[in-house]
């Protein structure tokens, strides 16, 4: 039913209103004049003032599937921190590249990878970075390198699988395609960006990655097994982990969101180790990210502006009529413009605004609708490196470690990130090109 000429001014001011919010919220986010998670939070709150978003709306678009996550995996990791293991995992992983800072940056981020591919890269960040922390403190080594290359890592792990990534999951879901329909379309194309990726960061960082030979040979005379401080805790907390896993691997078989997964680990967790004992509960739950959690709520709803008003779905829309049903044409452009979409708003609203728009396409007679829809998943997974809140794991990572001195600035990340993610992005369309069409 068309609007009538005063809904229509009403619902005009209304996506003005949203629009002037996000900018400004993203504008003050950069300059870093204000926490981000102060903006986060304010920004929100200004949409629902502003009659943008209800308050139930608002709620709605709260992702508690991303938050509950990453709440459980933090209760999870700092329970297990108790442990010494990630002292332990430091020492083990430095002696078995011989202390040599290059080789442990190749190592950690080739992990991180992995790990990103087979459970969800916030999880893996945060299992790893403690482990980084700790082995740079041992090297004496700037840990920002091993940090931003993880975080680019992670997301490109995340990619190469239907599971390493909510946007994969969701065209998987749409288009009807298993786990191995993933590792054979995306898994090759990952692995040569996170070549290029690692070359790049030694190339820009290999001249400080060096230590003292005293330091090496202080770390390989470390015994890693003395690391531990707890064994009987950490033997609970390794079968907590065990289980949260297999819960991650089989959840979408089991019907379960993934932040099922990671509370009920956590609540296992507290109930195998704390019980009773509130001062314990009180110092695990203290040491939760609060400031990323809250930045995510505020994000989620700021986005949701641009969702509810139309904004996300009219850009995609206009940019899709650009190309008059060229296949080559539209698969570039879906590549990289949710690529730079993805960079600097959440992906997963995007994703969903385009996966039905791609599926038109389809209806309107174009017939081979591959290109796209690996296309998307390349150019919304890999969007994430570009900018510090482009990805769930790059805030996270930030958080963790500004929380531990080692603050990255939003531009600073940039920086580097934006090139290469533009570079990922770049390598995407001669393989897109070169096998699809």
Known sequence: MPFKEGEAIVVQETTIVAIVIFVVAYALIISEKIHRTIVGIFGAMLMILFGVLSQEMAIHHIDFNTLGLLMGMMIIVNITSETGLFNFLAVWAAKKVKARPIALLLALSALTA????????????????????????????????????????????????????????MIGSAVGLNFMDFIFNLTGICIIIFLVVELFIIWLYGKGLRTKPELQAEVMRMDASKEITDHKLLKKCLFVIFCTIALFILHSSLHLETATAALSGAGLLLLLT??????????????????????????????????????????????????????????????????????????????????????????????????????????????????LIGASANVVVASMAAQRGKPISFISFMKIALPMMTLSIAISSVYIWLRYL
Do not use: H
């Not at 403690?130 to 080594?141: A, D, E």
């Not at 940090?147 to 990619?159: E, V």
């Open 114 to 169: 992995v790990c990103s591919g087979l459970l969800d890269n916030v999880t893996t960040v945060l299992l790893t970075v403690p482990v980084t922390f700790s082995i740079t403190k041992q090297l004496r080594v700037d840990v920002k390198p091993y940090l931003i290359s993880q975080i680019l890592c992670s997301n490109i792990g995340g990619t190469a699988t239907l599971i390493g990534d909510p946007p994969n999951i």
């Open 274 to 387: 704390a019980r009773r004992d509130e001062a314990f509960i009180a110092k695990i739950l203290s040491k939760i990210e609060w400031l990323a959690i809250f930045f995510f709520a505020g994000l989620f709803v700021l986005v949701g502006g641009l969702v509810e008003t139309g904004v996300i779905k009219m850009l995609a829309e206009e940019a899709i009529k650009i190309t008059n049903g060229d296949l080559t044409a539209t698969s570039m452009l879906i590549l990289w413009m949710s690529a730079y979409a993805s960079a600097f708003i959440d992906n997963i609203p995007f994703v969903a605004t385009l996966i039905p728009l791609i599926q038109d396409m389809g209806q309107m007679g174009m017939t081979n609708l591959d290109p796209v829809w690996w296309s998307l998943a390349l150019g919304a997974c890999l969007g994430g490196n570009g900018t």
